[in-house]
């Protein structure tokens, strides 16, 4: 079993930053990929960014250039979030998969384990 824990979440204004982390307890295959979602109120989830145990890197279009995914250790990614905007409110969710990036963002279905959240709320 694998337990993955997110913190770093919190209010901030527009224009501002966070770090998120998950951290994953239990059996880590080598070969994984961790994906960052967030899912807003009246929203379906959707998925943000994702990075691979090779290192390959995905983001979706609405987070280039604002949303940068790394790995600090084998069972530890981050996700820091800037230039935050109203609309980037939401609870993320870290989850993993055993198996890389195929040069696409994940959707949500190709995830089994999964985080609690952490709430980022974005004020204008």
């Known amino acids: 079993q694998v337990y993955l824990e997110e913190s770093g979440g919190g209010s901030v204004q527009a224009g501002g930053s966070l770090r998120l982390s998950c951290t994953a307890s239990?059996?880590?295959?080598?070969?994984?990929?961790m994906g960052w979602f967030r899912r807003a109120p009246g929203k379906d989830r959707e998925p943000v960014a994702a990075?691979?145990?090779?290192?390959?890197r995905a983001y979706a279009e609405s987070v280039k250039g604002r949303f940068t995914v790394s790995r600090q250790n084998p069972n530890t990614w981050d996700l820091e979030i800037t230039s935050l905007k109203p609309d980037d409110t939401a609870m993320y969710l870290c989850?993993?998969?055993?198996?890389?990036?195929?040069?696409?963002?994940?959707?949500?279905?190709?995830?089994?384990?999964w985080g609690q959240g952490t709430q980022v709320t974005v004020s204008s």
């Open positions: 989850a993993v998969r055993w198996w890389p990036l195929r040069g696409t963002l994940p959707e949500a279905s190709d995830f089994v384990y």
């Open positions: 990075i691979d145990s090779a290192g390959e």
């Open positions: 239990g059996y880590i295959y080598s070969n994984n990929c």
